[in-house]
Every structure is written in structure tokens, then in C-alpha cells.
């Protein structure tokens, strides 16, 4: 999937995808990627997994250039 940065906090955020609900992502999922380096509005390409809490996710996060 692939979704744009709505939403930065420390080390968490929310991605934006079309016709779907917000996505939680968390810095711990990022592959190749620091955090810090990341700004709202970016893409991501990632894939849905299940997070500690038991809730969907975003995980194996890329950035898209």
C-alpha cells in the first residue's frame, strides 16, 4: 500500500491513504528509513501487520522518492 504522512509525533504518526482510515505507523517498523528524517506529507509504501496492542499497523514502512 501506499500512503502520504498526515500526522508526526515522536516517534509515531498516521499515514493517509485513499478511501481508507488513517494508518498508525510507528518508528520501529521503519525499514531503511530514520525517523527523523521523515516530513509530514511524504510517501511511504508499506504493508499491514498486526502491532504489540493487537491492533493493525503499518509495518515494513519504505519511503517512496
Known amino acids: ?3 502520504n504522512i498526515k500526522v508526526l509525533k515522536t ?3 498516521f499515514i493517509t491513504v485513499d478511501g481508507q482510515d488513517d494508518v498508525f505507523f510507528h518508528a520501529n517498523n521503519l525499514e531503511w528509513v530514520d525517523f527523523d528524517s521523515l516530513n509530514e506529507g511524504d510517501m511511504l509504501e508499506f504493508d499491514m501487520g ?3 496492542n ?3 499497523q503499518a509495518v515494513n ?3 517512496v522518492q
Open 61 to 63: 514502512i519504505t519511503l
Open 50 to 52: 498486526e502491532g504489540r
Open 54 to 56: 493487537g491492533k493493525e
Open 11 to 13: 516517534w509515531f504518526g
Open 1 to 3: 500500500m501506499k500512503g
